[in-house]
């Protein structure tokens, strides 16, 4: 009692050692991948205004911390700050390079919240790209995807960004009741973070370009003049977006000089961050327009030439639609008809032109016929833009009706949400009444769990000393078991030697049969080919006192192999002594004997069956039954070392030809292991 109470307590000491030096390694492992998480979240809020403002310096520091980060996920969000530097400096091919990257890394990783953000904050840059580039619908796409993946991520701040970005992409496709939509949830969350109302401005001119579409120019100037309040604040590209959005305001209200004071802005704006390209030439396409409704042809001229090779390097269809439809009117104020002719046959329409680029090109096309005399298409485009105005008109009615619709929604929404919120606060409150019995009960179920362990633990430790002692006792009974093999072996030998050579067949086979016990007596278990090379042994001695009547039958199957099936020794050897002298000898007739080896789902059948009448208890043939004993007890103390079990069964069973016999069976699983 006292070596196995020292022996519990050195136990428990090396437990906790070795949990204290696996806690503090796992600790040292996770601060590893938190600090370099860490040091990526502080490098981008450093660093975030730099993006717009010096976007190729900061692609130049994330690529090189990029390199060095041992965690994959932080490597690739040092890629995704790359790839925004691409878009704020318009490389279009690089940031779809980019993107392709991100993608096939997110792709093959399993999830977590912080693989979401990556991916939501790919699939936003990936809309984007495609807004670039006039494919509003596949945009809106990516970043209604993105929304959704962020919902399982941990960056619930930047999910407001990605509503604008989504709101916007359905006011450009002209689901205004939709973008409003997006653009108020976008609201709600900045209320919910309890986002400052001067941080809120991007929402406040993003509503506004709704109604700007809707021609609801008292709420479009109610938003600007929200979203103006924090011009000194914002970024440049977000100045960028306020300026030209509040510009086309004024173009849709036919206040071109108004228009064109906002427009020159940006290009003020721009000048000190040569890396806007983008905001730059969008407001020159924006400033040769405003001068065509001027009739400034020379200056809109100007313009469209400084902006007409960018949009043409960038494959914008939407622009180049838009200089094309500039370039014709031009060719009209110009009085170049042949020109004017010239563009409208080269110029091809777009699916994603919007309704108010096709408007103002009819208007063109209709002022072309009219001045080279085709009244009767000049009419034709009067008609399309009578009938555009009023199914425009008609949509922007709907709209606005969708739009109360929507509104009156969220209102309920958000009422619905505060109930739950004091729903929620009161379950907290029992919540946290209960939290000290949830503690007890958590302790005491700690104790009965211990208590249980060092039970269980006692328990297999008296069961093992138990194993072993039967071992040690079936080695004993092997030893003495021994001990007259030996002498008879060597009184054998010397009468092999002394016999002639006809005669020395049979004990030659009884020597063989002695030598290959005493070599298999040290070993727990042996192969199959090895055991039935000894019960081979074992029947050939056996055929002499049973006669010709005597007929043994073994048979392997073809697919097992039996130099590669191992099994306890004395398997096979037991049964079969049994049943040759407790059911074979006295028998009358035909003595049968069949062993049988064959393939079963998940191991190896291994069956041994007579025709002596059977297994009867009350015989005084029945023997002793130590052999099968010591076979059982072998069995058992190898299974408790295994998850899968050695099966064994002995039953009798009727034959083809009527007779009754005893079968014994054994199935030996695949993965077993004879080791104790």
Request: glycine letters at 6%; one cysteine or more; hydrophobic letters at 35%.
């Amino acid at each position: 009692m006292r070596g196995s109470l020292k022996s519990k307590i050195r136990f428990v000491l090396w437990l906790g050692i070795g949990l204290a030096v696996l806690n503090a390694c796992m600790r040292k492992e996770g601060s590893g991948k938190v600090s370099e998480m860490q040091a990526f979240e502080a490098f981008f809020d450093t660093h975030v205004d730099s993006i717009v403002t010096a976007p190729r310096w900061t692609r130049t520091q994330a690529l090189q911390r990029m390199k060095t980060a041992k965690d994959s996920l932080v490597r690739y969000n040092y890629l995704s700050v790359a790839l925004k530097t691409c878009l704020a400096t318009s490389d279009i091919d690089s940031a779809r390079l980019l993107i392709r990257q991100l993608e096939d890394f997110t792709g093959r990783q399993p999830f977590s919240p912080q693989l979401a953000d990556l991916q939501s904050e790919c699939l936003n840059m990936k809309g984007n790209v495609y807004s670039r580039r006039g494919y509003v619908d596949s945009a809106e796409v990516c970043f209604r995807h993105a929304y959704e993946v962020r919902l399982r991520g941990t960056k619930v701040e930047d999910i407001p960004d990605i509503l604008m970005n989504l709101a916007d992409a359905n006011n450009h496709l002209g689901r205004l009741d939709k973008g409003a939509f997006w653009y108020r949830r976008a609201l709600l969350i900045c209320d919910s973070l309890n986002v400052p109302s001067d941080k809120k401005f991007p929402i406040y001119y993003g509503l506004a370009q709704g109604y700007m579409t809707l021609r609801d120019y008292e709420q479009c100037d109610y938003y600007y003049n929200l979203a103006a309040k924090s011009y000194q604040d914002m970024l440049p590209d977000e100045k960028h977006f306020y300026l030209n959005n509040r510009g086309n305001s004024y173009y849709y209200r036919g206040d071109y000089a108004t228009a064109i004071g906002y427009f020159r802005k940006i290009a003020d704006l721009v000048k000190d961050y040569p890396d806007m390209r983008w905001g730059l030439n969008l407001s020159y396409l924006n400033l040769s327009d405003c001068f065509l409704q001027q009739s400034e042809p020379d200056s809109a001229a100007k313009y469209l030439e400084l902006c007409r090779p960018f949009f043409e390097e960038m494959g914008s269809t939407t622009a180049l639609y838009y200089i094309d439809t500039q370039r014709i009117e031009l060719a009209l104020q110009r009085k170049n008809l042949a020109a004017a002719r010239q563009l409208l046959i080269a110029s091809k329409a777009s699916p994603e032109i919007d309704p108010d680029m096709i408007h103002i090109r009819n208007k063109y096309l209709q002022q072309f016929h009219e001045e080279t005399g085709d009244y009767k298409q000049a009419y034709y485009y009067l008609k399309e833009n009578n009938r555009l105005d009023d199914s425009i008109r008609n949509e922007r009615i709907r709209m606005r009706t969708a739009d109360l619709t929507l509104r009156y929604q969220q209102d309920s929404t958000l009422m619905a949400h505060k109930v739950l919120f004091q729903k929620q606060e009161n379950e907290v409150l029992v919540l946290r009444q209960s939290r000290l019995v949830t503690f007890a009960i958590a302790a005491v179920a700690l104790l009965i769990a211990v208590f249980l362990y060092l039970y269980n633990r006692k328990k297999r430790d008296l069961l093992l000393a138990e194993n072993r002692r039967t071992v040690s006792t079936l080695r004993l009974e092997n030893i003495r078991n021994r001990l007259s093999p030996h002498f008879i072996f060597n009184v054998l030998n010397q009468e092999v030697v002394s016999r002639e050579e006809g005669e020395k067949h049979e004990l030659a086979s009884l020597v063989k049969l002695m030598r290959r016990n005493l070599e298999l007596a040290e070993q727990l278990c042996i192969t199959l080919a090895e055991e039935l090379d000894f019960v081979g042994t074992y029947i050939d001695l056996e055929r002499r006192s049973l006669g010709d009547a005597f007929h043994p039958d073994i048979r392997i199957a073809e697919d097992v192999y039996p130099d590669r099936v191992w099994l306890p020794s004395m398997l096979i050897q037991i049964p079969v002594e049994n049943a040759v002298k407790h059911a074979l000898r006295d028998k009358e007739g035909e003595r049968n004997l069949w062993i049988t080896v064959d393939r079963r789902k998940g191991g190896i059948c291994i069956r041994i069956t007579d025709n002596g009448g059977g297994y009867r208890p009350g015989s005084r043939h029945r023997g002793t039954g130590t052999g099968m004993k010591v076979i059982m007890q072998t069995i058992q103390i190898l299974n408790m070392k295994n998850k899968e079990a050695i099966d064994g069964a002995i039953h009798n069973v009727t034959l083809p030809g009527g007779e009754i016999g005893c079968e014994v069976t054994f199935l030996l699983p695949d993965k077993y292991d004879y080791r104790i």
